[in-house]
Protein backbone atom coordinates (compact mmCIF):
# COMPACT_ATOMS: atom_id res chain seq x y z
CA UNK A 1 0.00 0.00 0.00
CA UNK A 2 1.43 3.21 -0.65
CA UNK A 3 2.11 6.25 1.42
CA UNK A 4 0.65 9.44 0.46
CA UNK A 5 2.09 12.67 1.82
CA UNK A 6 0.30 15.64 3.96
CA UNK A 7 -3.49 16.26 3.80
CA UNK A 8 -4.38 17.85 0.37
CA UNK A 9 -7.71 18.61 1.48
CA UNK A 10 -7.21 22.05 -0.73
CA UNK A 11 -6.00 20.30 -3.93
CA UNK A 12 -8.81 17.91 -4.85
CA UNK A 13 -12.60 17.80 -5.82
CA UNK A 14 -15.07 17.54 -3.18
CA UNK A 15 -16.26 14.02 -2.22
CA UNK A 16 -19.64 15.36 -3.12
CA UNK A 17 -18.54 16.23 -6.67
CA UNK A 18 -17.69 12.84 -6.66
CA UNK A 19 -20.52 11.07 -5.50
CA UNK A 20 -22.75 13.64 -7.76
CA UNK A 21 -20.86 12.25 -11.10
CA UNK A 22 -21.72 8.26 -10.61
CA UNK A 23 -24.86 6.86 -10.84
CA UNK A 24 -27.23 6.87 -7.81
CA UNK A 25 -27.57 4.05 -6.04
CA UNK A 26 -24.48 3.06 -6.18
CA UNK A 27 -23.18 4.29 -2.92
CA UNK A 28 -24.65 5.60 0.41
CA UNK A 29 -23.70 7.84 2.34
CA UNK A 30 -24.24 6.21 6.16
CA UNK A 31 -22.60 8.38 8.42
CA UNK A 32 -20.13 12.11 7.14
CA UNK A 33 -18.76 12.94 10.14
CA UNK A 34 -16.79 16.22 8.23
CA UNK A 35 -19.66 16.45 5.59
CA UNK A 36 -18.86 15.68 2.21
CA UNK A 37 -17.16 19.01 1.12
CA UNK A 38 -13.98 17.20 2.30
CA UNK A 39 -11.59 17.32 -0.74
CA UNK A 40 -10.72 13.52 -2.46
CA UNK A 41 -6.98 13.52 -3.84
CA UNK A 42 -7.21 9.26 -5.18
CA UNK A 43 -9.43 5.99 -4.93
CA UNK A 44 -7.21 2.90 -4.16
CA UNK A 45 -8.48 -0.57 -3.20
CA UNK A 46 -7.96 -0.91 0.43
CA UNK A 47 -6.26 -4.05 1.93
CA UNK A 48 -6.53 -3.76 5.99
CA UNK A 49 -3.65 -6.68 6.46
CA UNK A 50 -1.36 -4.59 4.58
CA UNK A 51 -1.80 -1.59 7.32
CA UNK A 52 0.97 -0.79 9.25
CA UNK A 53 1.01 -0.38 13.12
CA UNK A 54 3.94 1.99 13.66
CA UNK A 55 2.24 5.10 12.27
CA UNK A 56 3.71 5.61 9.48
CA UNK A 57 0.75 4.68 7.05
CA UNK A 58 -0.89 7.42 5.85
CA UNK A 59 -4.10 7.53 3.67
CA UNK A 60 -4.75 11.24 4.25
CA UNK A 61 -7.60 12.11 1.01
CA UNK A 62 -8.67 8.68 -0.28
CA UNK A 63 -11.12 6.85 -0.37
CA UNK A 64 -10.54 3.32 0.76
CA UNK A 65 -12.31 0.76 -1.22
CA UNK A 66 -12.62 -1.91 1.45
CA UNK A 67 -12.50 -5.25 -0.37
CA UNK A 68 -14.10 -8.24 1.06
CA UNK A 69 -15.32 -6.13 4.06
CA UNK A 70 -19.24 -6.23 5.42
CA UNK A 71 -20.35 -3.28 7.57
CA UNK A 72 -21.92 -5.76 10.14
CA UNK A 73 -18.38 -8.04 10.09
CA UNK A 74 -16.29 -8.18 13.25
CA UNK A 75 -13.56 -6.50 11.47
CA UNK A 76 -15.80 -3.63 9.96
CA UNK A 77 -15.13 -1.07 12.96
CA UNK A 78 -11.20 -2.14 13.16
CA UNK A 79 -11.01 -1.10 9.34
CA UNK A 80 -12.73 2.15 9.89
CA UNK A 81 -10.36 3.52 12.87
CA UNK A 82 -7.54 2.30 10.99
CA UNK A 83 -8.49 4.44 7.60
CA UNK A 84 -9.17 7.20 10.56
CA UNK A 85 -6.16 6.83 11.96
CA UNK A 86 -4.54 7.57 8.47
CA UNK A 87 -6.35 10.21 7.44
CA UNK A 88 -8.46 8.91 4.98
CA UNK A 89 -11.72 10.97 3.23
CA UNK A 90 -14.13 7.78 2.94
CA UNK A 91 -13.78 4.50 3.18
CA UNK A 92 -16.30 2.01 1.27
CA UNK A 93 -17.67 -1.21 2.59
CA UNK A 94 -20.16 -3.86 1.53
CA UNK A 95 -23.31 -3.16 2.69
CA UNK A 96 -24.92 -6.79 2.99
CA UNK A 97 -28.12 -7.96 4.41
CA UNK A 98 -27.72 -6.21 7.96
CA UNK A 99 -26.47 -2.63 7.52
CA UNK A 100 -24.03 -1.19 9.69
CA UNK A 101 -23.92 -2.02 13.14
CA UNK A 102 -24.69 0.81 15.53
CA UNK A 103 -21.69 0.25 17.25
CA UNK A 104 -20.03 1.31 13.70
CA UNK A 105 -22.30 4.16 12.96
CA UNK A 106 -21.60 5.79 16.11
CA UNK A 107 -17.69 5.23 15.64
CA UNK A 108 -18.15 7.04 12.32
CA UNK A 109 -19.77 10.06 13.71
CA UNK A 110 -17.59 10.17 16.59
CA UNK A 111 -14.16 10.49 13.91
CA UNK A 112 -13.54 12.21 10.85
CA UNK A 113 -13.80 9.51 8.13
CA UNK A 114 -17.19 9.41 6.56
CA UNK A 115 -18.56 5.98 5.98
CA UNK A 116 -19.83 4.81 2.90
CA UNK A 117 -21.54 1.39 1.72
CA UNK A 118 -21.78 -0.37 -1.34
CA UNK A 119 -25.17 -1.61 -2.55
CA UNK A 120 -25.67 -5.42 -3.51
CA UNK A 121 -25.18 -6.10 -7.47
CA UNK A 122 -22.52 -3.44 -7.63
CA UNK A 123 -19.07 -4.99 -8.51
CA UNK A 124 -16.04 -3.48 -6.83
CA UNK A 125 -14.11 -3.17 -9.93
CA UNK A 126 -17.28 -0.83 -11.55
CA UNK A 127 -17.02 0.53 -8.74
CA UNK A 128 -13.65 1.86 -8.29
CA UNK A 129 -13.75 2.45 -12.40
CA UNK A 130 -16.80 5.07 -11.84
CA UNK A 131 -15.23 6.93 -8.93
CA UNK A 132 -11.47 6.86 -10.68
CA UNK A 133 -13.47 8.19 -13.71
CA UNK A 134 -15.74 11.01 -11.82
CA UNK A 135 -12.49 11.99 -9.96
CA UNK A 136 -10.84 12.42 -13.66
CA UNK A 137 -13.80 14.14 -14.58
CA UNK A 138 -14.35 16.82 -11.60
CA UNK A 139 -12.63 20.24 -11.01
CA UNK A 140 -11.16 21.06 -7.04
CA UNK A 141 -14.13 22.79 -5.04
CA UNK A 142 -14.29 26.31 -5.51
CA UNK A 143 -11.90 26.32 -8.53
CA UNK A 144 -12.56 29.68 -10.73
CA UNK A 145 -13.18 29.04 -14.51
CA UNK A 146 -16.45 29.11 -16.76
CA UNK A 147 -17.83 26.95 -14.17
CA UNK A 148 -17.36 27.83 -11.40
CA UNK A 149 -20.44 28.90 -9.17
CA UNK A 150 -22.01 26.48 -10.79
CA UNK A 151 -24.29 23.37 -9.79
CA UNK A 152 -22.46 19.92 -11.08
CA UNK A 153 -24.64 18.99 -14.15
CA UNK A 154 -26.34 22.31 -14.86
CA UNK A 155 -26.21 22.40 -18.33
CA UNK A 156 -28.49 25.57 -18.81
CA UNK A 157 -26.58 27.75 -16.19
CA UNK A 158 -23.62 26.46 -18.17
CA UNK A 159 -24.56 27.28 -21.48
CA UNK A 160 -25.95 30.62 -20.61
CA UNK A 161 -22.36 31.32 -18.81
CA UNK A 162 -20.63 30.43 -22.06
CA UNK A 163 -23.25 32.41 -24.17
CA UNK A 164 -22.18 35.90 -22.05
CA UNK A 165 -18.59 35.13 -23.05
CA UNK A 166 -18.67 34.61 -26.51
CA UNK A 167 -21.43 36.99 -27.18
CA UNK A 168 -23.78 34.90 -29.09
CA UNK A 169 -26.82 32.00 -28.41
CA UNK A 170 -25.37 28.72 -27.05
CA UNK A 171 -26.33 25.54 -27.72
CA UNK A 172 -24.79 22.14 -26.10
CA UNK A 173 -25.45 18.95 -27.86
CA UNK A 174 -24.94 15.14 -27.53
CA UNK A 175 -22.81 13.22 -30.01
CA UNK A 176 -26.02 12.59 -31.64
CA UNK A 177 -27.20 15.95 -32.21
CA UNK A 178 -29.82 16.07 -29.40
CA UNK A 179 -29.77 19.31 -27.75
CA UNK A 180 -29.19 18.87 -24.15
CA UNK A 181 -29.83 22.89 -22.79
CA UNK A 182 -29.80 25.78 -24.79
CA UNK A 183 -29.00 29.57 -23.69
CA UNK A 184 -31.05 32.31 -22.93
CA UNK A 185 -33.23 33.90 -26.13
CA UNK A 186 -32.74 37.55 -26.14
CA UNK A 187 -33.06 37.80 -29.32
CA UNK A 188 -34.95 36.26 -31.70
CA UNK A 189 -33.17 32.89 -33.25
CA UNK A 190 -32.54 32.62 -36.58
CA UNK A 191 -34.75 29.74 -38.26
CA UNK A 192 -31.71 26.82 -37.73
CA UNK A 193 -31.93 27.88 -33.86
CA UNK A 194 -35.28 27.54 -33.82
CA UNK A 195 -35.64 24.54 -35.22
CA UNK A 196 -33.23 22.75 -32.93
CA UNK A 197 -34.63 23.95 -30.19
CA UNK A 198 -38.26 23.71 -30.98
CA UNK A 199 -37.50 20.14 -31.98
CA UNK A 200 -34.51 19.22 -29.32
CA UNK A 201 -32.28 18.23 -32.15
CA UNK A 202 -30.70 19.27 -35.45
CA UNK A 203 -32.96 18.65 -37.87
CA UNK A 204 -32.16 14.93 -39.47
CA UNK A 205 -31.23 16.76 -42.91
CA UNK A 206 -28.96 19.30 -41.79
CA UNK A 207 -27.06 16.10 -39.31
CA UNK A 208 -27.32 15.09 -43.12
CA UNK A 209 -25.65 17.69 -44.86
CA UNK A 210 -22.94 18.59 -42.10
CA UNK A 211 -21.96 14.95 -41.84
CA UNK A 212 -21.46 15.10 -45.80
CA UNK A 213 -19.72 18.20 -45.71
CA UNK A 214 -17.36 16.92 -43.74
CA UNK A 215 -18.11 19.33 -41.11
CA UNK A 216 -18.94 16.63 -38.03
CA UNK A 217 -15.46 14.48 -39.05
CA UNK A 218 -13.50 18.08 -38.36
CA UNK A 219 -15.47 18.56 -35.34
CA UNK A 220 -14.87 15.25 -33.69
CA UNK A 221 -11.05 14.68 -34.91
CA UNK A 222 -10.05 18.00 -33.44
CA UNK A 223 -9.78 19.79 -29.60
CA UNK A 224 -10.14 22.82 -31.27
CA UNK A 225 -12.86 25.47 -32.58
CA UNK A 226 -14.57 24.36 -36.28
CA UNK A 227 -16.12 27.46 -37.93
CA UNK A 228 -19.45 26.74 -40.08
CA UNK A 229 -19.26 30.34 -41.93
CA UNK A 230 -22.13 32.23 -42.37
CA UNK A 231 -24.31 32.04 -45.68
CA UNK A 232 -27.78 33.09 -47.09
CA UNK A 233 -29.72 31.20 -44.75
CA UNK A 234 -27.92 31.01 -41.40
CA UNK A 235 -25.87 33.24 -38.84
CA UNK A 236 -21.92 32.42 -38.40
CA UNK A 237 -21.60 28.92 -35.68
CA UNK A 238 -18.58 28.07 -33.96
CA UNK A 239 -18.85 24.62 -32.59
CA UNK A 240 -15.85 22.67 -30.14
CA UNK A 241 -16.03 18.87 -28.78
CA UNK A 242 -16.23 18.14 -25.20
CA UNK A 243 -13.86 15.26 -24.95
CA UNK A 244 -12.76 13.29 -22.24
CA UNK A 245 -9.61 11.63 -23.77
CA UNK A 246 -10.62 9.70 -26.40
CA UNK A 247 -14.32 10.03 -25.28
CA UNK A 248 -16.38 12.62 -26.83
CA UNK A 249 -19.28 13.63 -24.39
CA UNK A 250 -20.86 16.26 -26.74
CA UNK A 251 -20.30 19.67 -28.29
CA UNK A 252 -20.93 23.35 -27.88
CA UNK A 253 -22.30 25.35 -30.68
CA UNK A 254 -22.20 29.37 -30.44
CA UNK A 255 -24.24 31.28 -33.34
CA UNK A 256 -24.21 34.92 -33.53
CA UNK A 257 -26.98 35.97 -31.84
CA UNK A 258 -28.33 39.63 -33.43
CA UNK A 259 -24.65 40.91 -33.40
CA UNK A 260 -21.48 39.61 -34.38
CA UNK A 261 -19.44 36.85 -31.99
CA UNK A 262 -16.60 38.74 -29.94
CA UNK A 263 -13.27 38.83 -30.94
CA UNK A 264 -12.20 36.33 -28.46
CA UNK A 265 -15.32 33.54 -28.81
CA UNK A 266 -13.03 31.05 -30.13
CA UNK A 267 -10.64 31.07 -26.70
CA UNK A 268 -13.52 31.15 -24.59
CA UNK A 269 -15.22 28.02 -26.37
CA UNK A 270 -12.09 26.52 -26.05
CA UNK A 271 -11.80 27.31 -22.13
CA UNK A 272 -16.00 26.32 -21.65
CA UNK A 273 -15.04 22.99 -23.51
CA UNK A 274 -12.21 21.99 -20.85
CA UNK A 275 -15.01 23.25 -17.65
CA UNK A 276 -18.21 21.37 -19.62
CA UNK A 277 -16.24 18.14 -19.14
CA UNK A 278 -17.53 17.08 -15.66
CA UNK A 279 -20.92 18.40 -16.21
CA UNK A 280 -21.38 16.32 -19.35
CA UNK A 281 -19.65 13.34 -17.33
CA UNK A 282 -22.17 14.28 -14.41
CA UNK A 283 -25.21 14.02 -17.19
CA UNK A 284 -24.19 10.94 -18.65
CA UNK A 285 -23.64 8.99 -15.35
CA UNK A 286 -25.99 10.60 -12.63
CA UNK A 287 -28.75 12.11 -15.11
CA UNK A 288 -29.25 9.07 -17.16
CA UNK A 289 -29.55 6.62 -14.43
CA UNK A 290 -31.88 9.04 -12.79
CA UNK A 291 -33.83 9.18 -15.50
CA UNK A 292 -34.07 5.42 -15.55
CA UNK A 293 -34.69 5.12 -11.93
CA UNK A 294 -37.49 7.17 -12.12
CA UNK A 295 -38.65 5.67 -14.94
CA UNK A 296 -38.37 2.21 -13.31
CA UNK A 297 -40.31 3.69 -10.36
CA UNK A 298 -43.04 4.62 -12.55
CA UNK A 299 -43.54 1.42 -13.99
CA UNK A 300 -43.08 -0.29 -10.61
CA UNK A 301 -46.24 2.19 -9.69
CA UNK A 302 -47.87 1.14 -12.49
CA UNK A 303 -47.89 -2.35 -11.45
CA UNK A 304 -49.00 -1.62 -8.10
CA UNK A 305 -46.33 -0.72 -5.85
CA UNK A 306 -47.18 2.41 -4.06
CA UNK A 307 -44.19 2.74 -2.40
CA UNK A 308 -42.77 3.80 -6.19
CA UNK A 309 -44.55 7.36 -6.03
CA UNK A 310 -41.89 9.35 -4.67
CA UNK A 311 -39.30 8.51 -6.93
CA UNK A 312 -41.66 8.65 -9.85
CA UNK A 313 -42.44 12.15 -8.99
CA UNK A 314 -46.05 11.34 -8.31
CA UNK A 315 -48.15 12.90 -5.25
CA UNK A 316 -49.87 10.66 -3.50
CA UNK A 317 -53.03 12.40 -2.57
CA UNK A 318 -53.82 13.84 -6.19
CA UNK A 319 -55.98 11.14 -8.42
CA UNK A 320 -54.16 10.61 -12.05
CA UNK A 321 -55.15 8.87 -15.46
CA UNK A 322 -53.36 6.69 -17.27
CA UNK A 323 -52.54 7.43 -20.92
CA UNK A 324 -51.08 4.72 -23.20
CA UNK A 325 -49.41 5.58 -26.37
CA UNK A 326 -48.25 3.08 -29.51
CA UNK A 327 -46.09 4.37 -32.06
CA UNK A 328 -44.72 3.68 -35.17
CA UNK A 329 -42.65 5.90 -37.56
CA UNK A 330 -43.91 6.14 -41.18
CA UNK A 331 -40.21 6.58 -42.20
CA UNK A 332 -38.64 3.77 -40.69
CA UNK A 333 -37.77 0.84 -42.31
CA UNK A 334 -39.33 -1.75 -44.25
CA UNK A 335 -43.32 -0.62 -45.70
CA UNK A 336 -43.87 1.97 -43.09
CA UNK A 337 -46.20 2.52 -39.99
CA UNK A 338 -49.01 1.23 -41.65
CA UNK A 339 -47.76 -1.95 -42.65
CA UNK A 340 -45.96 -2.14 -39.05
CA UNK A 341 -49.61 -1.43 -37.14
CA UNK A 342 -51.39 -4.18 -39.02
CA UNK A 343 -48.62 -6.57 -38.24
CA UNK A 344 -48.51 -5.59 -34.71
CA UNK A 345 -52.74 -6.11 -34.98
CA UNK A 346 -51.42 -9.92 -35.31
CA UNK A 347 -50.31 -11.95 -32.60
CA UNK A 348 -50.05 -9.40 -30.42
CA UNK A 349 -53.73 -9.17 -29.09
CA UNK A 350 -53.36 -12.70 -27.68
CA UNK A 351 -49.80 -11.88 -25.77
CA UNK A 352 -51.45 -8.68 -24.39
CA UNK A 353 -54.70 -10.54 -23.51
CA UNK A 354 -53.27 -12.69 -20.78
CA UNK A 355 -52.39 -9.75 -18.71
CA UNK A 356 -55.16 -7.40 -19.96
CA UNK A 357 -58.14 -10.07 -18.09
CA UNK A 358 -55.96 -10.84 -15.63
CA UNK A 359 -56.26 -8.73 -12.24
CA UNK A 360 -54.48 -5.95 -12.11
CA UNK A 361 -51.03 -5.65 -11.62
CA UNK A 362 -50.43 -9.44 -12.28
CA UNK A 363 -49.16 -8.57 -15.80
CA UNK A 364 -47.34 -5.53 -17.11
CA UNK A 365 -46.01 -4.71 -20.15
CA UNK A 366 -47.29 -7.57 -22.57
CA UNK A 367 -48.78 -5.25 -24.75
CA UNK A 368 -47.61 -5.26 -28.60
CA UNK A 369 -45.03 -7.51 -27.47
CA UNK A 370 -44.58 -8.65 -31.04
CA UNK A 371 -44.04 -5.02 -32.17
CA UNK A 372 -41.66 -4.59 -29.40
CA UNK A 373 -39.23 -6.42 -30.88
CA UNK A 374 -39.26 -4.51 -33.79
CA UNK A 375 -39.14 -1.12 -32.38
CA UNK A 376 -35.99 1.20 -33.52
CA UNK A 377 -34.47 4.38 -33.44
CA UNK A 378 -37.51 5.30 -35.91
CA UNK A 379 -40.21 4.74 -33.55
CA UNK A 380 -37.96 5.95 -30.26
CA UNK A 381 -38.69 9.35 -32.15
CA UNK A 382 -41.88 9.17 -31.90
CA UNK A 383 -41.75 7.99 -28.25
CA UNK A 384 -39.37 11.54 -27.90
CA UNK A 385 -41.94 14.01 -29.34
CA UNK A 386 -45.13 12.24 -27.23
CA UNK A 387 -42.89 12.83 -24.10
CA UNK A 388 -42.14 16.19 -24.81
CA UNK A 389 -45.78 17.26 -25.68
CA UNK A 390 -46.73 15.16 -21.85
CA UNK A 391 -44.34 17.44 -20.79
CA UNK A 392 -45.53 20.63 -22.06
CA UNK A 393 -49.22 19.60 -21.46
CA UNK A 394 -49.64 19.95 -17.80
CA UNK A 395 -47.59 20.35 -14.62
CA UNK A 396 -47.13 16.74 -12.83
CA UNK A 397 -46.88 14.51 -15.96
CA UNK A 398 -44.65 11.70 -15.64
CA UNK A 399 -43.76 9.21 -18.20
CA UNK A 400 -42.14 5.97 -18.60
CA UNK A 401 -41.90 3.61 -21.83
CA UNK A 402 -41.55 0.21 -22.49
CA UNK A 403 -40.94 -1.18 -26.54
CA UNK A 404 -42.93 0.78 -28.72
CA UNK A 405 -45.27 2.41 -25.70
CA UNK A 406 -45.06 5.28 -23.76
CA UNK A 407 -47.16 5.51 -20.32
CA UNK A 408 -48.50 8.53 -18.75
CA UNK A 409 -49.47 9.59 -15.79
CA UNK A 410 -51.95 12.67 -15.91
CA UNK A 411 -52.76 14.07 -12.99
CA UNK A 412 -56.47 15.07 -12.92
CA UNK A 413 -57.70 18.68 -11.20
CA UNK A 414 -60.57 18.93 -8.34
CA UNK A 415 -63.99 17.19 -10.25
CA UNK A 416 -62.12 16.57 -13.26
CA UNK A 417 -63.08 13.53 -15.32
CA UNK A 418 -61.35 13.57 -18.36
CA UNK A 419 -57.82 14.71 -18.09
CA UNK A 420 -56.18 13.56 -21.19
CA UNK A 421 -58.47 14.59 -23.59
CA UNK A 422 -56.47 17.03 -24.80
CA UNK A 423 -53.22 15.24 -24.35
CA UNK A 424 -55.14 12.24 -27.01
CA UNK A 425 -55.29 15.10 -29.47
CA UNK A 426 -51.97 16.67 -29.50
CA UNK A 427 -51.07 12.93 -30.31
CA UNK A 428 -52.62 12.88 -33.27
CA UNK A 429 -50.53 15.48 -34.07
CA UNK A 430 -47.33 14.10 -34.81
CA UNK A 431 -46.14 14.32 -38.25
CA UNK A 432 -45.49 11.38 -40.25
CA UNK A 433 -46.21 9.33 -37.74
CA UNK A 434 -49.04 6.73 -36.77
CA UNK A 435 -49.72 7.40 -33.20
CA UNK A 436 -52.32 4.91 -30.99
CA UNK A 437 -53.35 6.55 -27.96
CA UNK A 438 -55.79 5.22 -25.43
CA UNK A 439 -56.91 6.98 -21.60
CA UNK A 440 -58.00 4.89 -18.50
CA UNK A 441 -60.49 6.52 -16.51
CA UNK A 442 -59.34 8.51 -13.57
CA UNK A 443 -57.60 6.57 -10.57
CA UNK A 444 -59.30 8.19 -7.08
CA UNK A 445 -55.80 6.82 -5.20
CA UNK A 446 -52.59 5.13 -6.73
CA UNK A 447 -53.80 1.91 -5.89
CA UNK A 448 -55.97 2.27 -8.57
CA UNK A 449 -53.52 3.10 -11.10
CA UNK A 450 -53.05 -0.34 -12.15
CA UNK A 451 -56.77 -0.64 -13.18
CA UNK A 452 -56.32 2.70 -14.88
CA UNK A 453 -53.30 1.75 -16.95
CA UNK A 454 -55.24 -1.56 -18.13
CA UNK A 455 -57.96 -0.23 -19.43
CA UNK A 456 -55.83 2.21 -21.64
CA UNK A 457 -53.93 -0.95 -22.81
CA UNK A 458 -57.32 -2.40 -23.77
CA UNK A 459 -58.42 1.23 -25.58
CA UNK A 460 -55.40 0.97 -27.32
CA UNK A 461 -55.54 -2.22 -28.46
CA UNK A 462 -59.10 -1.67 -29.71
CA UNK A 463 -57.39 0.86 -31.99
CA UNK A 464 -54.45 -1.69 -33.20
CA UNK A 465 -57.34 -4.15 -34.06
CA UNK A 466 -59.64 -1.48 -35.92
CA UNK A 467 -56.32 -0.05 -37.83
CA UNK A 468 -55.45 -3.77 -38.59
CA UNK A 469 -58.94 -4.13 -40.82
CA UNK A 470 -58.00 -1.02 -42.55
CA UNK A 471 -56.14 -1.02 -45.80
CA UNK A 472 -52.64 0.23 -45.54
CA UNK A 473 -53.03 3.09 -46.72
CA UNK A 474 -56.03 4.27 -45.18
CA UNK A 475 -53.93 3.39 -41.72
CA UNK A 476 -53.85 6.82 -39.59
CA UNK A 477 -53.88 7.70 -35.89
CA UNK A 478 -56.69 7.29 -33.80
CA UNK A 479 -57.30 7.77 -30.10
CA UNK A 480 -60.11 7.11 -27.70
CA UNK A 481 -61.04 7.38 -24.55
CA UNK A 482 -62.40 4.14 -22.57
CA UNK A 483 -65.51 5.77 -22.80
CA UNK A 484 -65.93 5.54 -26.41
CA UNK A 485 -65.11 2.29 -26.60
CA UNK A 486 -66.69 0.24 -23.95
CA UNK A 487 -68.29 -2.61 -26.11
CA UNK A 488 -65.16 -3.68 -27.44
CA UNK A 489 -62.98 -3.11 -24.56
CA UNK A 490 -65.84 -5.25 -22.88
CA UNK A 491 -65.37 -8.20 -25.60
CA UNK A 492 -61.72 -8.10 -25.69
CA UNK A 493 -61.86 -8.60 -21.61
CA UNK A 494 -64.47 -11.49 -22.48
CA UNK A 495 -61.90 -12.76 -25.02
CA UNK A 496 -59.05 -12.87 -22.77
CA UNK A 497 -60.91 -15.04 -19.87
CA UNK A 498 -62.35 -17.40 -22.71
CA UNK A 499 -59.36 -18.36 -24.75
CA UNK A 500 -57.89 -20.17 -22.44
CA UNK A 501 -60.59 -22.46 -22.37
CA UNK A 502 -61.28 -22.29 -25.89
CA UNK A 503 -58.10 -24.19 -26.33
CA UNK A 504 -58.67 -27.08 -24.76
CA UNK A 505 -62.51 -27.78 -26.12
CA UNK A 506 -63.38 -28.98 -29.84
CA UNK A 507 -66.36 -28.60 -32.38
CA UNK A 508 -67.53 -27.16 -35.54
CA UNK A 509 -65.61 -23.79 -35.52
CA UNK A 510 -62.71 -25.53 -34.35
CA UNK A 511 -62.71 -27.80 -37.50
CA UNK A 512 -63.78 -25.08 -39.77
CA UNK A 513 -60.35 -22.82 -38.66
CA UNK A 514 -58.32 -25.69 -38.27
CA UNK A 515 -59.01 -26.71 -41.93
CA UNK A 516 -58.66 -23.32 -43.30
CA UNK A 517 -55.17 -22.97 -41.34
CA UNK A 518 -53.82 -25.94 -42.92
CA UNK A 519 -55.99 -25.62 -46.51
CA UNK A 520 -55.22 -21.81 -47.34
CA UNK A 521 -59.42 -21.69 -47.65
CA UNK A 522 -61.38 -18.59 -46.43
CA UNK A 523 -64.12 -20.23 -44.95
CA UNK A 524 -63.78 -18.51 -41.56
CA UNK A 525 -63.19 -15.44 -43.26
CA UNK A 526 -66.36 -15.44 -45.14
CA UNK A 527 -68.31 -16.37 -41.87
CA UNK A 528 -66.86 -13.76 -40.02
CA UNK A 529 -67.76 -11.28 -43.06
CA UNK A 530 -71.08 -12.44 -42.75
CA UNK A 531 -71.47 -12.14 -39.17
CA UNK A 532 -69.88 -9.07 -39.05
CA UNK A 533 -72.66 -7.68 -41.51
CA UNK A 534 -75.18 -8.64 -38.96
CA UNK A 535 -75.86 -11.47 -41.65
CA UNK A 536 -76.54 -9.28 -44.74
CA UNK A 537 -75.58 -10.95 -47.63
CA UNK A 538 -74.86 -7.98 -49.99
CA UNK A 539 -73.12 -6.29 -47.57
CA UNK A 540 -70.46 -9.37 -46.30
CA UNK A 541 -69.78 -9.82 -50.10
CA UNK A 542 -69.05 -6.23 -50.72
CA UNK A 543 -66.43 -6.70 -47.65
CA UNK A 544 -64.72 -9.44 -49.24
CA UNK A 545 -64.92 -8.04 -52.84
CA UNK A 546 -66.27 -11.69 -53.83
CA UNK A 547 -70.14 -11.60 -55.66
CA UNK A 548 -72.98 -12.79 -52.97
CA UNK A 549 -73.48 -16.02 -55.25
CA UNK A 550 -69.91 -16.95 -54.04
CA UNK A 551 -70.45 -16.09 -50.48
CA UNK A 552 -73.53 -18.25 -50.73
CA UNK A 553 -71.51 -21.20 -51.77
CA UNK A 554 -68.98 -21.24 -49.20
CA UNK A 555 -71.49 -20.27 -46.44
CA UNK A 556 -73.52 -23.61 -47.35
CA UNK A 557 -69.93 -25.72 -48.16
CA UNK A 558 -69.44 -24.57 -44.29
CA UNK A 559 -72.46 -25.68 -43.05
CA UNK A 560 -72.05 -28.78 -44.76
CA UNK A 561 -68.37 -29.83 -44.30
CA UNK A 562 -67.92 -28.48 -40.46
CA UNK A 563 -71.39 -27.69 -39.33
CA UNK A 564 -71.30 -24.45 -38.99
CA UNK A 565 -75.16 -22.94 -39.50
CA UNK A 566 -75.29 -18.90 -39.34
CA UNK A 567 -78.97 -19.49 -38.49
CA UNK A 568 -78.32 -21.53 -35.31
CA UNK A 569 -78.21 -18.99 -32.83
CA UNK A 570 -75.86 -21.09 -30.63
CA UNK A 571 -73.27 -21.89 -33.74
CA UNK A 572 -73.62 -18.38 -34.76
CA UNK A 573 -72.43 -17.32 -31.16
CA UNK A 574 -69.56 -20.00 -30.78
CA UNK A 575 -68.64 -18.85 -34.70
CA UNK A 576 -68.28 -15.10 -33.55
CA UNK A 577 -65.94 -16.05 -30.43
CA UNK A 578 -63.95 -18.73 -32.28
CA UNK A 579 -63.59 -16.37 -35.32
CA UNK A 580 -62.25 -13.47 -33.09
CA UNK A 581 -59.99 -15.67 -31.47
CA UNK A 582 -58.75 -17.38 -34.03
CA UNK A 583 -57.87 -13.92 -35.91
CA UNK A 584 -55.15 -13.17 -33.18
CA UNK A 585 -53.31 -16.26 -34.14
CA UNK A 586 -50.33 -15.33 -36.79
CA UNK A 587 -51.07 -17.51 -39.92
CA UNK A 588 -48.75 -20.58 -40.28
CA UNK A 589 -45.87 -20.54 -42.00
CA UNK A 590 -45.21 -21.61 -45.65
CA UNK A 591 -43.80 -24.37 -45.87
CA UNK A 592 -39.56 -25.06 -46.30
CA UNK A 593 -38.75 -25.55 -50.01
Given at each position: MPTHGPDRRDAGPSLEQILGLIAPGMLDVVVAPRGTGVAVADVVLHDPGEERDDGTWAASGLILLAVGVEVASPEALDVLRGADRAGAAAVVMRRGDRGPRAALVEAAGLGRTALLTRRPGQGWTEVLGRLRTALAHSVPAGAGGTAAGLRLGDLSGLANTVADLVGGAVTIEDPQSRVLAYSRLDHEPDPMRRLTILGQEVPRWRVVELRESGFFQRLWSTDGVVRLPADARYAERLAIAVRHGSEVLGSLWAAADGRPLAEDAAAALRTAARAAVPHLSHHQTWGRAAARAREGAVHALLKGDVRAAPEAGVTADRPYAVVVAEAYDRRGAGSGGAHDVQEAGVGASASAGAGAGAGAGETYGGLGSAADEASGAAGQRVLDVLALQAAAYRPGCVTARSGRLLYVLVPAGDGETDPARPLLATARSVPRSVVLAGAGPVADGLSGLPASRETAE????????????????????????????????????????????????????????????????????????????????????????????????????????????PADPAVRLLADIGLRLAARRPPPAPPLG
Open positions: LVVRVLRERAARRPPGEVVSAVAAHGEVVPETTVLRLLDRVEPLWGSLSGPVHAMVEHDRAHGSAYGASVAAYLDASCDMGTAARHLHVHPNTLRYRLRRARELFGVD
